[in-house]
């Protein structure tokens, strides 16, 4: 069964930072190309950010590029999203989520499993 499962949410000011976590208990983290979505309330899911199997390829929405960073690790099965100078818009659930569709993809029907979600709030 595959399960991925986001920790590191919470409560920071503007300006702040967060590292979020995804611990992937698939039957082999690779070759899943993956990537983090946020939902926000009242609006759709969106993309963040994505990598490739290897790492070494990087998708990042316009919203986030330059302030978060997207890293894996297969070996340890974890996947990670550094965000750096959190503004309130940043606010919502983040997903941690993976596909067997080897190239980066920012669609979420294109994503096959999905964790439950870890609650980010910007607020001062």
């Known amino acids: 069964q595959v399960q991925l499962v986001e920790s590191g949410g919470g409560l920071v000011q503007p300006g702040g930072s967060l590292r979020l976590s995804c611990a992937a208990s698939l039957r082999t983290f690779s070759p899943y190309t993956m990537g983090w979505f946020r939902q926000a309330p009242g609006k759709e899911r969106e993309f963040v950010a994505a990598i490739s199997w290897v790492g070494g390829t990087t998708d990042y929405a316009n919203a986030v590029k330059g302030r978060f960073t997207i890293s894996r690790d297969n070996a340890k099965n974890m996947l990670w999203l550094q965000m750096n100078y959190l503004n309130p818009e940043d606010t919502a659930v983040y997903y941690c989520?993976?596909?067997?569709?080897?190239?980066?993809?920012?669609?979420?029907?294109?994503?096959?499993?999905w964790g439950q979600g870890t609650q980010v709030t910007v607020s001062s």
């Open positions: 989520a993976a596909t067997t569709t080897l190239s980066i993809v920012s669609r979420s029907r294109d994503y096959n499993y």
